[in-house]
Every structure is written in C-alpha cells, then in structure tokens.
C-alpha cells in the first residue's frame, strides 16, 4: 500500500509562490498516474492537475492553468505542486492522489493527509 505524505504548505501574499511536494513510500510509485486536489472549506474536493506514469504529459483545472506546474521524480518517488501568482481563492487543504488519470477524485485509489495552503489579500 503506497503511503503518501504532502508538505510545504503555508501562509503566503497574493502573488506569491509555493512548492508543494508529495512523498510516496510502500510502492511502486513509478508505475502510476498521479494527482493534485484541492478542497476549500464547506466545499467539495477539487481536480487540480495530474501528471502520467513518466512525466510525459499533464493537465490542469481551468482554474489553475498558466500558474501551477506538476512534475515528479520517479527517482525520489515525489510528485511536485509548483503554484505562481497565488490568489486567495486559492486557499484549501491541498492533497496528492494516486493511481488516477483523471478530474475524478474516486478514480484515485490512494491519498496523502493534505497541506493547508492560505493565501492573504
């Protein structure tokens, strides 16, 4: 069973910048898609971006396209949030998932603990 653990989480100014990463352990992390979701409070979880097995290909919410950038490194079984020009709406517990190629959140089959990430107006 994968074991995923996020972190670099934070308070940051609007406009600002974080790196968000995800560490894996317990698997073969390298074979599988993997994903970004974000959930506000009171609201649903969201799709941020997912990335595929070798780094290849990627996609976005519309919402997030053109700031936030995924990546991985198979070699350190991590997967990266990189999120420019941070709005406040952007606030929300930030969660990497496993085993989706999709804006689907069931469709991921395993899930980190979350990072709270506040951006201030």
């Known amino acids: 069973q994968v074991q995923l653990v996020e972190s670099g989480g934070g308070l940051v100014q609007a406009g600002g910048s974080l790196r968000l990463s995800c560490a894996a352990s317990?698997?073969?992390?390298?074979?599988?898609?993997m994903g970004w979701f974000l959930q506000a409070p009171g609201k649903e979880r969201e799709f941020v971006a997912a990335i595929n097995w070798r780094g290849t290909d990627t996609y976005y919410a519309g919402s997030v396209k053109g700031r936030f950038t995924i990546s991985r490194d198979n070699a350190k079984n991590t997967v990266y949030l990189q999120m420019n020009s941070l709005k406040p709406e952007d606030t929300a517990v930030y969660y990497c998932?496993?085993?989706?190629?999709?804006?689907?959140?069931?469709?991921?089959?395993?899930w980190g603990q979350g990072t709270q990430v506040t951006v201030s107006s």
């Open positions: 998932a496993k085993g989706g190629w999709s804006i689907v959140s069931n469709e991921y089959d395993s």
């Open positions: 317990g698997g073969a992390f390298s074979s599988y898609p």
